[in-house]
C-alpha cells in the first residue's frame, strides 16, 4: 500500500534531450547525478518521430529540454503532453544572442554565449524540481557561464581574420558559429533541410576564392556544389555525432573550429594563425 502511494515524481529521475548537443550543456549541471538520455541519435532532428521506447522515457521524464517545433516538429505533440515545470524550450528563451545569424534558425547551441543562456535555464529548473540540490545547480551554470565568456572570446578572435574570406553554408545554422565574429555567411537554404534554389546558387557564382561548409557527413553533393561554385569544401559535425563518449561542449566547439579551419587555412590571404 505505502508503495503504491508514492508520489510519481519520485519515480522521475532522467533528464530527457532532444539532440545531442543539449546533453552536452545539460551534462554540465547534472555533473553525474541526473541521468541525460538523448532521443535524436544519427538522424536528422527535422524529420525525427518518437519511437515507443522515446515516447515511454518522456512520459518518466524529470525535465524535457528541447529546442522548438522549429526544429523537432514531431516532438511537439509528445512534449504538450508534460506538465509546463517539466518541460524547457529553449527557442522560447528571449535573452538568446542570433547577431550574424537568421532570427528565425534553431541551432541556437553552435554560440557559446547561448549555451551558457540554456545551462542557466536548465539549472533554474531544476533547482525547482529538486530544491534539495538547487545551490549545487546554481553554482555549475555560473562556473559554466565564466567559462562560455572566455570560449565565446576565443572563438571569435580565431575567425574574426576570416571576414573578408567569401564563406558559403548549405543553411543558415552556420550564422550561429560564424556571427558573433562578425564574420558573414551566405546560405544556400533554410535550416528545414530543403534544397538549394538555382536562384541562390546563380547570385553567389564568382564569389571568390573561399569555402562552403556542409553537415556532416562529407558527400558528393556538397563537394559538387562546391565546385560548382568555384569553393573549397569541407563539413562540419554540428550535432557533434562524431565526437567521442566522454566529450563535453567545449570540446564540440572546438572540433567545429577546427574543422572549419581546415578549410578556411587554405584560403590565399586567409588567416593562418
Known sequence: MAACSKPESANRDELVVSVRPLAL?????????????????????????????DRAALERALLLVWLGPQMEGVLAKQASLLPADQRIQLLDITALEFGGASASDPHLWLRPSNAAIAAAQIAERLAQLRPQQAELFMARARAFASAMSDLQTVLDRALLGYRETPIVVTHDAYGHFFGSAGVKTHALGDGSGGGHGAQA????????????????????????????????????????DQLGEGADYRGLIESLLSQARSCLSLVPNGNKG
Not at 551534462?27 to 536528422?44: K, N, Q, S
Not at 562552403?212 to 562540419?236: H, I, K, S, V
Request: glycine content about 12%; hydrophobic content about 45%; some cysteine.
Open 25 to 53: 550543456i545539460a551534462r554540465e549541471i547534472t555533473a553525474g547525478d541526473i541521468p541525460v538520455r538523448v532521443l535524436i541519435e544519427g538522424a536528422d532532428p527535422h524529420h525525427y518521430a518518437p519511437t515507443v521506447a
Open 201 to 240: 546558387m546563380l547570385k553567389l557564382s564568382g564569389i571568390g576564392d573561399g569555402c562552403l561548409f556542409g553537415d556532416m557527413p562529407a558527400n558528393d553533393r556538397d563537394r559538387q556544389l562546391a565546385e560548382n561554385l568555384g569553393l573549397r569544401y569541407a563539413a562540419l559535425d554540428l550535432l557533434g
